[in-house]
């Protein structure tokens, strides 16, 4: 299970992957940014953005088990989390926008399993994936609507801009399940001096 930096270390992630595999020299100049809201007021000349619009509990695995920390310690269950994206490609031209966010589409459906190995790379700090995790992501467009009400909000001409939701990101509790006390090996009853003839 993930640590609370894992929201963070994702989107880094994210960026990371695309920044790492973009074709040069074609997009050598192109920024890599992860964005707020109030960033869209302003954009960038070239280069993608990445903001988190959204985080639900994921529906599938509501109720995990509790965990069991490296310490041997059980801790409360942990908390499965999807995050939505917004993936906006920047340029000065629409061509040159449209052939950014073509090739990051498709950088993106080449991957779409991250493992904690590379997740950690990106990380603020080691280890805050698991060695045994990985978390998936997945194309996933928002309707006309949805859409404008994200743009609504960030009161700004929408640019180029695609969906994507980052599945089953599970944050591990550091609350700690306390044990009962000794267990109970034998159990006597008194029934108040039966007597039998």
Same mark, same amino acid.
């Given at each position: 299970?993930?640590?609370?930096?894992?929201?963070?270390?994702?989107?880094?992630?994210?960026?990371?992957?695309?920044?790492?595999?973009?074709?040069?020299?074609?997009?050598?100049?192109?920024?890599?940014?992860?964005?707020?809201?109030?960033?869209?007021?302003?954009?960038?000349?070239?280069?993608?953005?990445?903001?988190?619009?959204?985080?639900?509990?994921?529906?599938?695995?509501?109720?995990?088990?509790?965990?069991?920390?490296?310490?041997?310690?059980?801790?409360?269950?942990?908390? *499965? &989390?999807?995050?939505?994206?917004? $993936?906006?490609?920047? =340029?000065?031209?629409?061509? /040159?926008?449209?052939?950014?966010l +073509?090739?990051?589409?498709?950088?993106?459906?080449?991957?779409?399993?991250?493992?904690?190995?590379?997740?950690?790379?990106?990380?603020?700090?080691?280890e805050?994936?698991?060695?045994?995790?990985?978390?998936?992501?997945?194309?996933?467009?928002?309707?006309?609507?949805?859409?404008?009400?994200?743009?609504g909000?960030?009161k700004?001409?929408? *640019? &180029?801009?695609?969906?994507?939701? $980052?599945?089953?990101? =599970?944050?591990?509790?550091? /609350?700690?399940?306390?044990?009962? +006390?000794?267990?109970?090996?034998?159990?006597?009853?008194?029934?108040?001096?039966?007597?039998?003839?």
């Amino acid at each position: 299970m993930a640590r609370y930096q894992s929201i963070a270390a994702a989107g880094e992630a994210i960026l990371g992957l695309l920044r790492d595999s973009r074709p040069r020299p074609e997009y050598e100049s192109a920024r890599f940014d992860l964005f707020q809201l109030k960033d869209f007021q302003a954009g960038m000349d070239e280069g993608l953005s990445l903001y988190l619009y959204r985080i639900g509990v994921n529906g599938s695995r509501r109720n995990l088990p509790p965990t069991l920390g490296l310490d041997g310690k059980r801790y409360r269950p942990a908390l *499965p &989390l999807d995050l939505h994206f917004l $993936l906006t490609a920047w =340029a000065k031209t629409a061509a /040159v926008q449209q052939r950014l966010l +073509g090739w990051a589409v498709r950088a993106l459906q080449d991957v779409p399993v991250l493992p904690a190995s590379f997740l950690n790379n990106y990380a603020p700090e080691p280890e805050v994936f698991r060695p045994n995790e990985a978390v998936e992501l997945i194309f996933d467009p928002l309707s006309l609507a949805d859409m404008n009400n994200l743009w609504g909000a960030a009161k700004t001409t929408p *640019p &180029l801009s695609v969906t994507y939701v $980052l599945r089953m990101l =599970a944050i591990e509790s550091e /609350v700690e399940i306390a044990e009962g +006390g000794d267990l109970v090996q034998a159990r006597g009853f008194d029934f108040g001096g039966l007597q039998t003839k």
